[in-house]
């Protein structure tokens, strides 16, 4: 079955520092891929996403991602981190299921020391 | 992309009560999408919103639940009936463009963020 797994639920970095916040997924083809932030409140923004190509994606804010296909992984990076990036991070993929859906990882909580 | 517009953009409501809820969206865009996320938890598909047919719900979540209208390419309503405290939770919608590969890519809305008591 499809899956996504973020193994990181809370993750807290300084302004400044180096960020990478890992998705592994499980997908029987290549699959579409997606990282996705939610700020307090607010609804979700794609931040990039993975259809084919170069397997190094530039996305909004900064962000970058990497498709890893041997390691069924899309670990997103930003080399340094903002106090604005505070926020639940979520990767997902897809299509799945007849209607073309995506599943989500869980999240990760990422909070940032000044 | 698209600008997806929520209403409302939360509420409080008594157990046993329905709520319904507005999405709208500036272009008229392929499928529409209802998710649902528990306090604390990831996302969850609820169904697809199916213009001018019945939609398609997920395993878990049916119809007398949850029954959903799409009356054109550009608004969607979901409705929460005869709710209960297990039904607080932010409802997104979403929306997927058609064409091409981002054809599976989606947006959301800022989302509905419902208390029942």
């Known amino acids: ?114 | 992309s698209a600008v997806i517009s929520q209403k409302p953009s939360r509420d409080i409501c008594q157990r046993g009560t329905s709520l319904t809820i507005q999405c709208q969206v500036d272009s008229q865009v392929t499928m529409m999408f209802w998710y649902r996320q528990q306090p604390g938890q990831s996302l969850t598909l609820i169904a697809t919103a199916n213009q001018g047919s019945e939609a398609t719900y997920e395993s878990g979540f049916v119809i007398d639940k949850f029954p959903i209208s799409r009356p054109n390419l550009t608004f969607s309503t979901l409705t929460v009936s005869n709710m209960s405290p297990e039904d607080s939770s932010i409802y997104l919608c979403s929306v997927r463009m058609g064409g091409g590969r981002s054809y599976n890519e989606q947006f959301f809305g800022p989302g509905t963020r419902l208390t029942v008591l």
Do not use: M
Not at chain 1, 45 to 54: A, E, H, P, V
Not at chain 1, 74 to 101: I, M, Q, T
């Open chain 1, 1 to 114: 079955a499809q899956s996504v797994t973020q193994p990181d639920i809370h993750i807290t970095v300084s302004e400044g520092a180096s960020l990478e916040l890992r998705c592994n997924y499980s997908y029987g083809a290549t699959p579409y891929l997606f990282w996705y932030v939610q700020s307090p409140g607010q609804g979700l923004q794609l931040l990039l996403k993975y259809f084919s190509g170069d397997t190094l994606v530039q996305g909004i804010k900064g962000f970058e991602a990497e498709f890893k296909r041997s390691q069924s992984s899309f670990n997103l990076r930003k080399p340094s981190v903002h106090w604005s990036d505070a926020a639940e991070y979520f990767c997902a993929v897809g299509p799945s299921g007849g209607y073309n859906k995506l599943i989500f990882g869980a999240g990760t909580r990422l909070a940032v020391h000044p």
